[in-house]
């Protein structure tokens, strides 16, 4: 792409072709100005992933574990690592700005995109998310935090007024923003879908000055998906780009705007402006304009993938070091989680991945001796079915033909036809060739042959009208009394279901009809419908639960190396909804808790993104917390269980022992309208701190194969910084990574604050038996300062501050102390 002059071009622009510049031109790309040498660029999805520009049929990509398993790595070098394969995986793409990271604040275990953010801590959130981005630019690749700003929950997330303090809002929900922008200087921040006390973010002048005005921030500001809900108050408060294209809040109607004086010029001229600016810092990234799309896939990145999935596990209880596993002998696997690649969450997270490894061909890649027992089901809606389908002709998936009319028109004409394998079809960003309306027809067909004889399960979700046909025979009808429900971004129906007794090794022609979404018969509770709608084809073999746990439990008694695999995937935390509760799918705490009664040294290993309940912990010996892990899922998970990895992660988050102990527990989810932030600044670890209520395993914990200490404290401090130094010591025989955890707490506060906070932290490896002084250096103005309200303005209070250096949240730490000598105020970053 060629390089422009901003200055130049802006002066050259017509008033329309500014107005069009602050709107995309489709779902994913600006709009060019050929003329004026001004191309469009692309954004891509993230933040676990370069997407690319298709949610169907999309360009297999590279799938990193979650964000809350990344916040479990507690490792500066890594992410910025993980930003620059993120930006090699843009330029693949053809992407010149990534979407991401996302760094919202997980007010609850129940939030639908927790696992996409990084921790309920901010400090932590915002110095992985500048590590990330500065990772990200070194690709010359430009990034987009979001959602700015408390964008915490799914309820009504278009809609929904998030009533917060100031004092909340600086010190918790904008604070991962600030130190991401302070250390990294991204070029574009994404507005929140939300109002933000009485107004939505995109427009809500008070929330964007603080990005201009307070931080000086000079970059991109663009809306969410949808997410613009006006047209001068958002360009008078700072948004400078409407996505996506095309336009609905701007165009003709911000012309008139600006000619009546709505909007001045010149404000308009700052919007193109930025606009300007952005395509000029893509020129750098090499990336061409309407580049096609491609992959890398390489061995380096598989490798680098598996490493960070295997580093962001967390080892929970390990009693009598029944972990790691031995290779020579045999291994029951055991659970719903265990031959299903459950690498990611869903929504906009969600990619296709290059490939997928289960934590059951994970296991057996490496132990000779694998015995399999499923014990239960774990899924909200059916398996999907892609994957399991052949054409006519004996390739993988089936055909997806495209038709102007219905199946019973005769004259319907033939406008696309498809090979796919992912039947997750959400036709959003679906282009039919030379075919403008969004009501079409789509066939889809496949032969299914089924391993086992029984019964089977087929499942159809749509946002639209379908019918799932098995030899020509009507099995599920989601035509007639739909039901709205969650898929599809809230959009979608409930999953309807029917089923058929199959034959083993006998071939069923299965045939779906499916119209798009002006189709419907029901109208959906979402706020926005995305696109043309969407289809999702399910199906399994139906089993007796209580049968499949005795069988389980059987396994479980003959072998003395049990593993359970378990826990939530995209069907239960996703974009569009939150979870109801944070409980495992049914029957699988009975399943866990039969199997330990069998062999209490069964080791139990959860995948999720946020926490969920777990009424069979007392008898568990050992536990593992595995996150979504991204492409190399079950190696990564195979390393650890058999030690070729020692664990490392600490939790980014805090388990409670219950839903009702979370802080939001009594101010979750929109009431006519609204969400009030109740628990102020006592999110996460700073609320069980200051009420003294245990978590379940509290934010920071993780062990290792290994044993470590701490000793030899030393605080010192300047007039602007802070300083930490103590000992790591291995004290064990293998060799493994800590993270030493910096915590600070006013001693004699003027106002109720947090007993301690989070404000340093540094990882580091040693050898068995080696020991190591590490040194952690902080910002005195972040470490001890809070937002007063009276002066609108950070406050650093004189008086004597604790530093508590420890291995979590709870338990031991080494205690120092520091002097500030006089109360001084500072605004800025």
């Known amino acids: 792409m060629a390089d422009i002059d901003v200055e130049k071009v802006l002066s050259e622009l017509t008033l329309e072709e500014k107005v069009s510049l602050t709107a995309g031109r489709d779902f994913w790309h600006t709009v060019p100005i050929p003329r004026l040498g001004v191309p469009a660029i692309r954004t891509s999805d993230g933040p676990n992933g370069v997407r690319g520009t298709r949610f169907f049929n999309g360009t297999p990509a590279g799938c990193l574990p979650c964000a809350t398993a990344l916040g479990a790595t507690f490792d500066v070098d890594l992410l910025r690592s993980i930003g620059r394969f993120l930006g090699q995986e843009a330029k693949a793409k053809g992407a010149h700005v990534l979407l991401a990271p996302t760094i919202n604040i997980q007010r609850s275990p129940l939030g639908g995109r927790g696992y996409e953010s990084f921790s309920e801590d901010p400090f932590l959130s915002g110095t992985l998310a500048g590590e990330y981005c500065k990772g990200v630019h070194e690709e010359k690749i430009i990034t987009t935090p979001k959602h700015f700003v408390c964008n915490d929950q799914e309820h009504e997330r278009l809609a929904v007024d998030s009533i917060v303090t100031d004092r909340a809002l600086r010190e918790i929900y904008l604070m991962p923003f600030m130190l991401a922008i302070k250390n990294a200087r991204p070029k574009a921040v994404m507005t929140a879908y939300n109002k933000v006390n009485g107004t939505h973010a995109a427009e809500n002048p008070k929330v964007l000055d603080i990005l201009r005005k307070d931080w000086g921030w000079e970059g ?37 705007a600006v000619t009546s004086n709505k909007v001045r010029q010149h404000v308009l001229d700052e919007r193109a402006r930025a606009v300007l600016k952005t395509i000029k810092e893509a020129a750098k990234s090499g990336v061409v304009e309407d580049a096609k799309e491609g992959g890398l896939n390489r061995p380096e990145d598989q490798r680098f993938l598996r490493r960070v999935a295997a580093e962001s596990i967390v080892l ?111 036709v959003m960003d679906y282009k039919v060739p030379n075919y403008t309306s969004s009501t079409y027809y789509v066939d889809v067909e496949g032969v299914f042959t089924p391993e086992e004889e029984g019964t089977y399960e087929f499942g159809l979700t749509v946002q639209g009208t379908g019918q799932l046909f098995i030899d020509g025979k009507l099995i599920v009808d989601n035509v007639h009394d739909q039901r709205p429900g969650t898929a599809f971004f809230g959009s979608g129906t409930v999953e309807e279901i029917g089923s058929m007794a199959l034959e083993a090794g006998k071939s069923y022609k299965v045939r779906v009809e499916f119209g798009t979404a002006p189709t419907a018969k029901s109208s959906s509770r979402a706020t926005v419908s995305f696109g043309a709608g969407g289809l999702r084809v399910g199906g399994c073999k139906r089993i007796d639960p209580e049968k499949a746990i005795v069988d389980a439990v059987k396994l479980a008694s003959e072998v003395e190396q049990v593993v359970v695999f378990a826990g939530l995937n995209s069907d239960w935390e996703g974009e569009g909804s939150d979870r109801p509760d944070m409980d495992l799918p049914p029957y699988s705490d009975e399943l866990i808790s039969k199997v330990l009664d069998a062999n209490p040294k069964a080791a139990i290993v959860l995948q999720s993104g946020t ?112 300083s ?102 500072w605004t800025g970053l």
Request: hydrophobic share 35%; charged share 25%; proline share 5%.
């Open 316 to 426: 929970l209880k390990n009693e009598t070091s029944i972990l790691p596993f031995d290779k020579s002998k045999t291994v029951a696997v055991i659970g719903p989680n265990a031959k299903v690649a459950t690498y990611s969450g869903g929504g906009s997270a969600s990619l296709l991945p290059y490939y997928t490894v289960t934590p059951f061909d994970g296991v057996s890649s490496q132990c000779g001796s694998v015995r399999f027992s499923q014990g239960a089901y774990s899924h909200k809606e059916l398996p999907l079915l892609g994957k399991s389908l052949r054409t006519s002709d004996g390739r993988p998936g089936f055909d997806f033909r495209a038709y102007d009319k219905p199946v019973n028109a005769a004259d319907r004409k033939l406008l696309d036809t498809l090979h796919l394998t992912d039947s997750y079809m959400f």
């Open 611 to 722: 926490p969920v309940t777990m009424p069979w912990v007392d008898k568990a010996c050992a536990l593992v917390q595995a996150w979504y892990g991204g492409n190399e899922t079950g190696n990564a998970i195979a390393d650890v269980l058999f030690g070729d990895v020692n664990p490392s992660g600490k939790l980014s988050l805090s388990f409670p022992h219950r839903l009702e102990d979370n802080p939001a527990f009594l101010n979750y989810r929109s009431e006519r309208g609204r969400v009030l932030y109740g628990e102020d600044i006592y999110v996460g670890y700073r609320f069980y701190d200051k009420v003294k209520r245990p978590a379940l395993f509290p934010f920071g914990h993780g062990l290792s194969y290994t044993d470590f200490d701490l000793s030899d404290l030393n605080v010192s401090a300047t007039t602007s910084t802070i």
């Open 724 to 825: 930490v130094r103590v000992n790591v010591s291995n004290s064990g025989s293998r060799a493994g990574a800590e993270v030493v955890q910096v915590y600070v707490r006013a001693q004699a506060p003027s106002i109720n604050r947090p007993p301690k906070e989070l404000k340093g932290f540094k990882k580091v490896f040693l050898e068995a038996e080696e020991t190591r002084e590490v040194q952690v250096e902080m910002e005195k103005k972040y470490a001890i300062s809070f937002w007063d309200e009276g002066r609108d303005a950070w406050i650093v209070e004189e008086g004597e501050y604790g530093v508590l250096v420890g291995t979590s949240s709870q338990g031991r730490f080494l205690e120092g102390r520091l002097e500030e000598g006089q109360t001084w105020w």
């Open 220 to 256: 991109l500001l663009m809306s969410d998906w949808y997410g613009t809900y006006s047209t001068s108050e958002g360009i008078n408060a700072g948004l400078d780009l409407e996505m996506p294209g095309p336009t609905q809040w701007r165009g003709a109607a911000l012309s008139h």
